[in-house]
């Protein structure tokens, strides 16, 4: 798969180093994508969050490590007891304490293996991303080629029918045809140019969308590679997409760490056992006075312990019991995820596959329409010519053949989009399997290893800063196309007996 997928997008580079002209400078569906994966703020920040997944690890074992502090105060009696015959006037006192878990009834060990875990799950989730990602910038992509396309069929659409009009006022006034075949003319190019505004508003709304997901203005976009290594029945996606599909697996990972947390839960009813050992200075600053007894009393002083501390509980108000059933019920909830979830990748898997067998077989469909309406434009005009048919027909020929022309470049869209939305629920739509070499791929693992034995309380990283890029400066997009309408989807404009060229006109 990740062959297939390098194959296609080096075909599509290699592809475009041979063009010429603008499409040459052309940018590429694999550009957008190494773009959006380094620049995207949603991605970056599904990052950071897997990295204050990574933390729970340390957090977790911190707990069976030693704890040490020091605690001191300073005593000023400022009016002392008529018995207090050993009470200094001040006094400075210092404790050292330390102690070290022996035993936990293994509340740490599963709180550690709970926390490694979700961070299995967190990896899991950081690859759904990436593939929703992915599938929103060819979504995006495809959107502004389709848009483009309607825009100029429109466009052309636009200057048919002016063209088309002047020749039937022409008609009108030498009397050939009559006042209402000029008003259908006049009015459908109304409507026409209606419908380009409507198609041009898409067009802006559909760049914009691109601006908001890649991070930069659509170029002249190239056409994408083929999608490679699609699956031959929809059973077979939904055996890949349960065996790869990442949002899947990380709903597993969290159901194990919930099993994980009723054994944590458990512990809480086990005796534990510490290792402690403490010392403490005080210092009387000589304030005590120790004649009374006829012996001078120390003015300063240390002392040390060192013993095992142990706990046993007896009872406590019931709270170990509701934990470990608290820890039951969102365990349970889990695992009715995990079933919810797998619901879920089946109905993706099988709906993205029928959506992109009958957007295959549309654009099979569309591609006989376009051909067929076109032939028939091609007879009207000409049997309009010696009388046989009406302006109106005309008309509806040229409505018919733009229709079917806007339904192909749809449909090819519409294929394309599912086909790739099959491949993420396959779980074969991340940045590996795309062979998004446009610099080094996130690793997760390198953040985990570099938290995961980390012990100093003074350790911090650098204040976080802007991963994704802004696009306040990026200009508004405008309905302006400048690439070329593919050949098969140009046609003659309509033409009259004076210019049987049919020679574009500027439309008035």
Same mark, same amino acid.
């Given at each position: 798969?990740?062959?297939?997928?390098?194959a296609?997008?080096?075909?599509?580079?290699?592809? !475009?180093?041979?063009?010429s002209?603008?499409?040459?400078?052309? $940018?590429?569906?694999?550009?957008?994508l190494?773009?959006a994966?380094?620049? %995207?703020?949603?991605?970056?920040?599904?990052?950071?969050?897997?990295?204050?997944?990574?933390e729970?690890?340390?957090?977790?074992?911190a707990d069976?490590?030693?704890?040490?502090?020091?605690?001191?105060?300073?005593?000023?009696?400022?009016?002392?007891?008529?018995?207090?015959?050993?009470?200094?006037?001040?006094?400075? *006192?210092?404790n050292?304490?330390?102690?070290?878990?022996?035993?936990?009834?293994?509340?740490?060990?599963?709180?550690?293996a709970a926390?490694?875990?979700?961070? !299995?799950?967190?990896?899991?989730?950081?690859?759904?991303?990436?593939?929703?990602?992915?599938?929103?910038?060819?979504?995006?992509?495809?959107?502004?080629?389709?848009?483009?396309?309607?825009?100029?069929? %429109?466009?052309?659409?636009?200057?048919?029918?002016?063209?088309?009009?002047?020749?039937?006022?022409?008609?009108?006034?030498?009397?050939?045809?009559?006042?209402?075949?000029?008003?259908?003319?006049e009015?459908?190019?109304?409507?026409?140019?209606?419908?380009l505004?409507?198609?041009?508003?898409?067009?802006?709304?559909?760049?914009?969308? +691109?601006?908001?997901?890649?991070?930069s203005?659509?170029?002249?976009?190239?056409?994408?590679?083929?999608?490679p290594?699609l699956?031959?029945?929809?059973?077979?996606?939904?055996?890949?997409?349960?065996?790869?599909?990442?949002?899947?697996?990380?709903?597993?990972?969290?159901?194990?760490?919930?099993r994980?947390d009723?054994?944590?839960?458990?512990?809480?009813?086990?005796?534990?056992?510490?290792?402690?050992?403490?010392g403490n200075?005080? @210092?009387?600053?000589?304030?005590?006075?120790?004649?009374?007894?006829?012996?001078?009393?120390?003015?300063?002083?240390?002392?040390? $312990?060192a013993?095992?501390?142990?706990?046993?509980?007896?009872?406590?108000?019931?709270r170990?019991a509701a934990?470990?059933?608290?820890?039951?019920?969102?365990?349970?909830?889990?695992?009715e995820?995990?079933?919810?979830?797998?619901?879920?990748?089946?109905? $993706?898997?099988?709906?993205?596959?029928?959506?992109?067998?009958?957007?295959?077989?549309?654009i099979?469909?569309?591609?006989?329409?376009?051909?067929?309406?076109?032939?028939?434009?091609?007879?009207?005009r000409?049997?309009?010519?010696?009388? @046989?048919r009406?302006?109106i027909?005309?008309?509806?020929?040229?409505?018919?053949?733009?229709?079917?022309?806007?339904?192909?470049?749809?449909?090819?869209?519409?294929? +394309?989009?599912?086909?790739?939305?099959?491949?993420?629920?396959?779980g074969?739509?991340?940045?590996?399997?795309?062979?998004?070499?446009?610099?080094?791929? +996130?690793?997760?693992?390198?953040?985990?290893?570099?938290?995961?034995?980390r012990?100093i309380?003074?350790?911090?990283?650098?204040?976080?800063?802007p991963v994704?890029?802004?696009?306040?400066?990026?200009?508004?997009?405008t309905?302006? *196309?400048?690439?070329?309408?593919?050949?098969?989807l140009?046609?003659?404009?309509?033409?009259?007996?004076?210019?049987?060229?049919?020679?574009?006109?500027?439309?008035?």
């Amino acid at each position: 798969m990740r062959g297939g997928w390098k194959a296609a997008l080096a075909l599509t580079v290699g592809g !475009m180093a041979l063009a010429s002209g603008a499409q040459a400078q052309a $940018q590429t569906l694999r550009e957008a994508l190494v773009q959006a994966y380094n620049e %995207n703020p949603s991605l970056a920040g599904e990052r950071a969050n897997l990295r204050a997944t990574d933390e729970g690890v340390p957090l977790a074992r911190a707990d069976a490590l030693p704890q040490l502090g020091v605690q001191g105060n300073f005593v000023e009696n400022i009016v002392q007891g008529a018995n207090a015959f050993l009470q200094p006037d001040r006094a400075l *006192v210092a404790n050292l304490n330390a102690s070290y878990p022996i035993f936990q009834g293994g509340r740490v060990r599963n709180s550690v293996a709970a926390a490694k875990t979700r961070v !299995m799950a967190g990896r899991a989730n950081l690859r759904s991303a990436e593939a929703n990602l992915f599938t929103n910038v060819v979504a995006a992509y495809n959107d502004v080629i389709r848009d483009e396309a309607i825009v100029q069929l %429109n466009q052309q659409n636009v200057r048919g029918l002016d063209i088309n009009l002047r020749a039937t006022s022409d008609r009108f006034e030498v009397g050939d045809v009559t006042r209402t075949d000029v008003a259908q003319s006049e009015a459908r190019l109304a409507v026409a140019r209606g419908q380009l505004r409507q198609a041009e508003a898409a067009l802006i709304g559909s760049r914009e969308n +691109y601006i908001a997901i890649v991070g930069s203005a659509p170029a002249s976009l190239a056409p994408p590679p083929v999608l490679p290594n699609l699956p031959d029945d929809p059973q077979a996606a939904v055996v890949t997409a349960l065996n790869n599909n990442p949002a899947l697996q990380a709903a597993e990972r969290n159901r194990d760490a919930a099993r994980i947390d009723v054994s944590t839960a458990r512990a809480a009813k086990l005796p534990q056992v510490d290792l402690v050992a403490g010392g403490n200075y005080f @210092n009387y600053l000589g304030t005590l006075n120790g004649t009374q007894f006829g012996a001078a009393v120390p003015q300063t002083g240390t002392a040390a $312990q060192a013993g095992l501390g142990f706990t046993v509980p007896l009872y406590q108000g019931g709270r170990p019991a509701a934990q470990v059933r608290q820890a039951q019920a969102r365990q349970g909830v889990a695992i009715e995820q995990v079933t919810a979830t797998e619901r879920n990748v089946i109905a $993706q898997a099988r709906s993205a596959f029928a959506t992109w067998q009958s957007a295959l077989r549309v654009i099979e469909a569309s591609e006989a329409a376009v051909d067929a309406n076109r032939f028939s434009l091609e007879g009207v005009r000409a049997e309009n010519s010696v009388g @046989n048919r009406t302006i109106i027909e005309i008309l509806n020929a040229e409505q018919e053949l733009l229709n079917s022309q806007v339904q192909l470049v749809t449909a090819r869209r519409d294929a +394309y989009v599912a086909g790739f939305a099959l491949l993420a629920a396959m779980g074969r739509a991340e940045a590996s399997d795309l062979g998004l070499d446009g610099g080094a791929l +996130y690793d997760p693992l390198t953040n985990y290893e570099r938290v995961d034995k980390r012990w100093i309380d003074w350790d911090s990283d650098p204040t976080p800063r802007p991963v994704g890029t802004r696009t306040v400066d990026v200009e508004a997009q405008t309905p302006v *196309v400048t690439r070329t309408l593919e050949p098969e989807l140009q046609r003659p404009v309509d033409t009259d007996r004076a210019n049987p060229a049919g020679d574009v006109t500027t439309p008035r």
